[in-house]
Antibody, heavy 117, light 108 residues
Framework: QVQLQESGPGLVKPSGTLSLTCAVSGASISNSNWWSWVRQPPGKGLEWIGEIYHSGSTNYNPSLKSRVTISVDESKNQFSLKLSSVTAADTAVYYC??????????WGQGTLVTVSS | EIVLTQSPGTLSLSPGERATLFCRASQSVYTTYLAWYQQKPGQAPRLLIYGVSSRATGIPDRFSGSGSGTDFTLTISRLEPEDFAVYYCQQYASSPTTFGQGTKLEIK
C-alpha cells in the first residue's frame, strides 16, 4: 500500500521560503507516476501547485510558477516543495499526492503551514 | 485556465435520500477528464469518480457520475451517514488542473 508523509516547518516568516518534503513508502518514486503538491487554505478549496516526474520533468501552476520549485530525490524516495517570498495568503494545509492515470489516488495526511511573523 | 463552479454550495438532506451535485466548467472539457473527490473534516480528499463516470477502487455503487462538455453531475443514490462531507470536482483535461470550490453535503 502506497503511503505519503509530508514533513517540514509549520511556521514560516513573511518573505521567507516554505520548504516541505514528501516521503513515499510502499512504492518506488521511479514508478511511472506524477508526484504532486496541492494546497488548501483554511476553510477553502483545493489549489494545484505543481508536479514532478521521477526524471525531473516538472509542471507548475502559472499563478505560482515564479515562486515554486519541486524536486525529487530518488535515492531517498521522496520529493520536495519550495515556495519563496511567502505571504499570509500562502497559509494553507499542504498535501502531497500521487497521480495515477486518471486521478489522485493517494494523498498524504496534509501539513498546516502558517505564514506569520 | 478552466474554472469549475459547483452547485449548490450547501445541500441539506437526510440519510436515505438521493443527492445530486453539479459541476459546471467555464469551457468545454472536451475529453472525459473529470473527477470527483470526497473530503471529510481533518482528512485528505478521497478519489470517488474518474473519467466522468468510472468509480475508483472500493467506492460503493451508490456513487455515480455523468455529464459531458461543460456540465457534470455526481449522484449519490441513497445517502448513508458516512456520505456527509464536502465534494469537489476536478478537471484534468487542460493544464493547470483545477478544482471546483466544493459542495458541502450536510445532514438535514
Amino acid at each position: 500500500q502506497v503511503q505519503l508523509q509530508e514533513s517540514g516547518p509549520g511556521l514560516v516568516k513573511p518573505s521567507g521560503t516554505l520548504s516541505l518534503t514528501c516521503a513515499v513508502s510502499g512504492a518506488s518514486i521511479s514508478n511511472s507516476n506524477w508526484w504532486s503538491w496541492v494546497r488548501q487554505p483554511p476553510g477553502k478549496g483545493l489549489e494545484w501547485i505543481g508536479e514532478i516526474y521521477h526524471s525531473g520533468s516538472t509542471n507548475y501552476n502559472p499563478s505560482l510558477k515564479s515562486r515554486v520549485t519541486i524536486s525529487v530525490d530518488e535515492s531517498k524516495n521522496q520529493f520536495s516543495l519550495k515556495l519563496s517570498s511567502v505571504t499570509a495568503a500562502d497559509t494553507a494545509v499542504y498535501y502531497c499526492a500521487r497521480w495515477v492515470s486518471n486521478g489522485y489516488y493517494t494523498w498524504g495526511q496534509g501539513t498546516l503551514v502558517t505564514v506569520s511573523s | 485556465e478552466i474554472v469549475l463552479t459547483q452547485s449548490p454550495g450547501t445541500l441539506s438532506l437526510s440519510p436515505g435520500e438521493r443527492a445530486t451535485l453539479f459541476c459546471r466548467a467555464s469551457q468545454s472539457v472536451y475529453t472525459t477528464y473529470l473527477a470527483w473527490y470526497q473530503q471529510k473534516p481533518g482528512q485528505a480528499p478521497r478519489l470517488l469518480i474518474y473519467g466522468v463516470s468510472s468509480r475508483a477502487t472500493g467506492i460503493p455503487d451508490r456513487f455515480s457520475g455523468s455529464g459531458s462538455g461543460t456540465d457534470f453531475t455526481l449522484t449519490i443514490s441513497r445517502l448513508e451517514p458516512e456520505d456527509f462531507a464536502v465534494y469537489y470536482c476536478q478537471q484534468y483535461a487542460s493544464s493547470p488542473t483545477t478544482f471546483g470550490q466544493g459542495t458541502k453535503l450536510e445532514i438535514k
